[in-house]
């Protein structure tokens, strides 16, 4: 009986329904994730076994290159969402532009640290020499996309924290349509070959992040308005 008047209770409905629509765009989005994952994965399987566990340890080293960006976004929408439901317009906008710089800044060193340093930290793995080989340019290819994935990662953060998250799930529909077909287009239309895994990801990004900006840019100069 209990669990029957929580269940009707009208604030707990408002609640969850609240919750609900911020959760579903989330769960699509995840779900874009994975098909690029998958695809990924599939397109490297192509080239050879070798190259696919190339992609793998690039991947992983993608990943701990964006873990500050990661952290970044927490932050971001912490902070946005707090300052978004207050009456603090100014603070706001300068708030989501100091979050869009520092991202940036961010993003930055990490393409610096990627391009530069990727065939080193390579090499100091212990992997088979071939992987190494074909795991490095890949990986380098990736850092140049390091700065758009902050980007993406700290306006989708924005956005989430504007009540706008249907704005970012649009923008990663688009990134994902465009990452998975320039995926075929550039591994087996161009000299690229699997490379075009990694040029496809770059690519995509960039395209996300700058439809993100384009929704995110009238908060940095208009607040709430």
Same mark, same amino acid.
């Given at each position: 009986?209990? !669990?029957?008047?929580?269940?009707?209770?009208?604030?707990?409905?408002?609640?969850?329904?609240e919750s609900w629509s911020v959760s579903w765009p989330m769960t699509i989005i995840?779900?874009?994730?994975?098909?690029?994952?998958? *695809?990924?994965?599939?397109?490297?399987?192509?080239?050879?076994?070798?190259?696919?566990?190339?992609?793998?340890?690039? %991947?992983?080293?993608?990943?701990?290159?964006?873990?500050?960006?990661?952290?970044? *976004?927490?932050? &971001?929408?912490?902070? +946005?969402? =707090?300052? #978004?439901?207050?009456?603090?317009?100014?603070?706001?906008?300068?708030?989501?532009? *100091?979050?869009?710089?520092?991202?940036?800044?961010?993003?930055?060193?990490? &393409?610096? !640290?990627?391009? #530069? #340093? @990727?065939? @080193?930290?390579?090499?100091?793995?212990?992997?088979?020499?071939?992987?190494?080989?074909?795991?490095?340019?890949?990986?380098?290819?990736?850092? +140049?996309?390091?700065?758009?994935?902050?980007?993406?990662?700290?306006? /989708?953060?924005?956005?989430?924290?504007?009540?706008?998250?249907?704005?970012?799930?649009?923008?990663?529909?688009?990134?994902?349509?465009? /990452?998975?077909?320039?995926? %075929?287009?550039?591994?087996?239309? &161009?000299?690229?070959?699997?490379?075009?895994?990694?040029?496809?990801?770059?690519? @995509?990004?960039?395209?996300?992040?700058?439809?993100?900006?384009?929704?995110? =840019? =009238?908060?940095i100069t208009k607040g709430f308005n």
């Amino acid at each position: 009986m209990k !669990l029957i008047k929580i269940i009707n209770d009208k604030k707990i409905k408002e609640i969850v329904l609240e919750s609900w629509s911020v959760s579903w765009p989330m769960t699509i989005i995840m779900f874009f994730e994975f098909l690029i994952g998958i *695809t990924d994965v599939y397109i490297a399987g192509k080239f050879g076994k070798e190259v696919q566990a190339a992609y793998g340890l690039a %991947f992983q080293l993608y990943f701990v290159f964006i873990i500050a960006g990661m952290a970044l *976004t927490v932050g &971001t929408a912490s902070v +946005l969402s =707090r300052l #978004f439901t207050s009456d603090r317009k100014s603070e706001f906008s300068l708030a989501v532009s *100091t979050s869009i710089i520092t991202a940036i800044i961010a993003g930055l060193i990490a &393409t610096f !640290l990627g391009i #530069f #340093f @990727s065939k @080193s930290i390579i090499h100091h793995l212990r992997t088979p020499q071939v992987v190494r080989e074909l795991a490095a340019p890949l990986l380098m290819i990736y850092s +140049l996309g390091f700065i758009f994935d902050y980007a993406l990662m700290n306006t /989708n953060a924005v956005l989430r924290a504007c009540d706008m998250i249907k704005k970012s799930l649009f923008a990663m529909t688009v990134a994902c349509i465009l /990452n998975i077909a320039l995926n %075929f287009i550039f591994a087996f239309g &161009t000299p690229l070959g699997y490379k075009g895994i990694g040029a496809a990801t770059v690519i @995509s990004l960039f395209a996300g992040s700058a439809i993100n900006f384009n929704f995110s =840019r =009238r908060f940095i100069t208009k607040g709430f308005n």
